[in-house]
């Protein structure tokens, strides 16, 4: 056995570079925290980014319920040093709980009272941030044995000592720093660290890899999509994926990334992960869709559910959820493990809303499609069908077939972004942060790939928000958010709670039928899970992004959340970030508990510069070169249309837009690299660069009128 074993390898090397032996196993873990531990999930304790491994952000502890939630308070606050976006999880273990911030950094706390016990600084170089689309972002640890796990937004996967915070290892994940980044939470299982990558809007090929919780070494890695053919596919799984590609799709990576989803199911052995949109999003700008046209399950295994088997890394079973995906309708959202009553046949089953509207229910071991129905309305699809589970597309929606624009619902935010659901087995109801908002699609022409930034293949230029007050009256007034409770099973909602815009928080379900969930407008508030009565309410002085938790020690449960307004929300939508209030970022820690009436310290006043910019010099000629300059390479940090979120600098505003010298200086030679703004020569000279600063200082006008008028 052992010699046709390498007589595979052998032939295998006829089409693949080598073929390498798998890094011995270091023993699982008996101390600490285990795979029964996590599997058994105690309720006192948060181990997993889900809770436990199915995912269900439900927490068995019922001392806070709706008859006495009115009384909680904060308990405790820990300010954070990172004012960017704040999207992680807290895991707590043996009195400890552990957070992850923006930046990638880590703290441990004493659960009970707060005290700071380590913290760690990876030292992500802030140049890092251009090749991140969406903020410098992280959405949590791993526990595993005596360690905590954290991946690093510049693509390392680190190893901590529980005790102290310093370093038992450290390796290298991504294949390169200038196209992929990692915003998510590693998951463990069965001693193997899983983690994917961020880069489907750059040139990045998507993957998903296994390392040994020991000692960092990698297990396996497998392939989102396809590589090069002319250097051989790494497994039967990319050769027939490769015929659903057209063009030379590898050139830009191909997407599919695994920027956040990854469940392990304990029941069938199984990872279950999702994956991002194909790249570009428009098809025609790299020819991707096979030239005959759309052959079934086209651009695998985009936007996708894959399962492999986790001790191999084999691929076991996939259901692509939207094919062909031009509108950024990535499936990485939370997936779900449930075993549920399906036709009165009790099923373990997936469970899943991702960006595209659809609510899934899968059968977990084959992935077979049991049942699809929208929980929003949306108009890129007219329906579903019924046995294969593949949507039929409103030939409108294919805008690089039209030439026409396309606004989208959902939008490329998403129905159901990252931002995780809960499920009560209590109530039988799913709880989903949901985004009721469109998104402009228009094909650019004669599109060309370029040296740093996004790959969308969009003109942007054309769907920029224009300075006419009735449009964006009317593009705000459509632009929603809400918490949706929905029965997964009969695909109906039971209740909603509304919103004044998108991008609230993730979900916390409790036994106590609660479910909690920070909101866009600054506020932390719990909801009767049955009903959708508003309880309680906190002000948050941030707006809250990340999921809530809760925990106990001695006697006493506690409800944790981390605050702190961003995201790709607050970064690249312009006007429409600004939809639920003037946003600001306080970044903390915040835990509360019944009787605790702890108070947070009087929040700064909200400092909006005057609009007041020179008047405008420049020509027609430069803002042809400009406005299409910006709006590819400067909007998704700076805003559409020049009008920026809470976070990054808004240019209309900027004294060093209105200096031709101080520009230069910052796009072209760089000055400001260190802090994440890095030199764009690449893609622009000096002359193509003050052409960019008179679009700004044009649209800085244009948005005075504005405000003159009202």
Not at 238 to 254: P, R, V
Not at 550 to 574: H, K, M, N, R, T
Not at 649 to 670: C, T
Request: hydrophobic share 40%; with cysteine; glycine share 10%.
């Amino acid at each position: 056995m052992r010699l046709l074993g390498w007589a595979a390898c052998v032939a295998a090397a006829l089409t693949l570079s080598a073929c390498k032996a798998a890094p011995e196993s270091s023993p699982l873990p008996t101390e600490g925290v285990t795979d029964a531990m996590i599997a058994a999930a105690p309720a006192e304790e948060w181990l997993s980014y889900g809770r436990d491994y199915g995912e269900q952000r439900f927490s068995p502890l019922a001392q806070v319920n709706a008859g006495n939630v009115g009384q909680l308070g904060l308990a405790w606050y820990a300010d954070l040093d990172t004012a960017r976006g704040q999207e992680a999880t807290p895991l707590m273990h043996d009195g400890v709980l552990y957070i992850a911030t923006a930046w990638s950094k880590v703290l441990a706390f004493d659960a009970k009272s707060g005290a700071l016990k380590w913290s760690y600084d990876p030292e992500v170089p802030r140049a890092t941030l251009a090749a991140a689309c969406c903020d410098a972002v992280n959405r949590g640890v791993a526990l595993y044995g005596d360690k905590v796990y954290v991946a690093t937004l510049n693509g390392y996967l680190v190893a901590l000592n529980q005790a102290d915070g310093s370093v038992a290892w450290s390796t290298e994940v991504v294949p390169d720093h200038d196209n992929y980044t990692i915003t998510g939470a590693p998951r463990i299982a069965k001693g193997k660290v899983l983690i994917g990558s961020g880069g489907a809007e750059f040139k990045a090929r998507g993957f998903i890899a296994a390392y040994d919780w020991q000692t960092g070494k990698q297990v396996w890695r497998w392939h989102t999509v396809p590589g090069n053919p002319a250097e051989g596919f790494e497994n039967e799984a990319m050769e027939k994926a490769a015929a659903t590609w057209g063009g030379e799709w590898w050139t830009l990576g191909g997407g599919g990334t695994v920027w956040d989803s990854i469940t392990y199911d304990p029941q069938t052995n199984l990872v279950l992960f999702g994956t991002g949109n194909a790249e570009p999003w428009n098809p025609a700008a790299n020819d991707r869709l096979p030239a005959e046209g759309a052959a079934e399950g086209d651009n695998l295994y985009t936007s996708s559910i894959v399962a492999l088997d986790i001790d191999s890394g084999e691929y076991r079973w996939h259901f692509q959820q939207t094919p062909e995906d031009r509108w950024d309708f990535d499936s990485n959202a939370q997936i779900t493990l449930a075993d549920i009553e399906i036709a009165g046949e009790q099923r373990h089953v997936v469970l899943h809303a991702p960006k595209n509207g659809y609510f899934y229910i899968l059968d977990a071991a084959n992935g077979k499609f049991l049942q699809a129905k929208p929980w929003v309305d949306m108009n890129w699809s007219t329906g579903i069908d019924p046995v294969t589970g593949k949507p039929e597309i409103n030939p409108e929606a294919r805008y690089e077939q039209t030439g026409k624009l396309f606004v989208s619902m959902p939008g490329a935010g998403g129905a159901h972004s990252w931002q995780p659901m809960s499920y009560s087995p209590q109530t039988g109801l799913t709880y989903i942060p949901a985004n009721l908002a469109g998104f402009p699609f228009f094909a650019e022409e004669d599109w060309q790939a370029s040296d740093m930034g996004m790959q969308t293949g969009l003109d942007y230029e054309q769907t920029a928000m224009p300075a006419i007050p009735e449009v964006r009256a009317a593009t705000l007034a459509g632009t929603t958010g809400a918490l949706v409770a929905l029965n997964p099973v009969t695909g109906k909602e039971a209740w909603r709670v509304p919103y004044v815009g998108p991008w609230n928080g993730g979900t916390l379900a409790t036994a106590g039928n609660l479910v909690f969930q920070g909101t866009a407008t600054e506020e932390f508030a719990a909801y009767r899970a049955d009903t959708g009565e508003k309880l309680w309410s906190f002000p948050s002085q941030s707006g809250v992004i990340a999921a809530p938790m809760s925990y106990a020690i001695d006697g006493e449960q506690y409800v944790a959340v981390l605050a702190g307004w961003g995201g790709v929300w607050d970064i690249a939508p312009g006007l429409l970030s600004l939809k639920s209030g003037p946003a600001r970022n306080i970044s903390r820690l915040l835990v509360f508990k019944l009787g605790a009436s702890g108070e947070l310290p009087a929040p700064p006043a909200l400092n909006q510069l005057v609009l007041d910019p020179p008047l405008f010099t420049g020509t027609e000629e430069q803002l042809k070169v400009g406005a299409p300059l910006f709006l590819r390479y400067c909007g998704a940090c700076h805003g559409d249309a020049a009008i920026a979120g809470a976070l990054n600098p808004d240019l209309r505003r900027s004294s060093v837009a209105y200096n031709a010298e101080a520009f230069k200086a910052v796009v072209i030679d760089g000055a400001l690299h260190d802090n994440g703004m890095v030199s764009f020569q690449r893609v622009m000279d000096a002359e193509e660069a003050e052409a960019v600063r008179q679009y700004i200082i044009k649209r800085a006008n244009e948005d005075k009128a504005l405000e003159t008028r009202s």
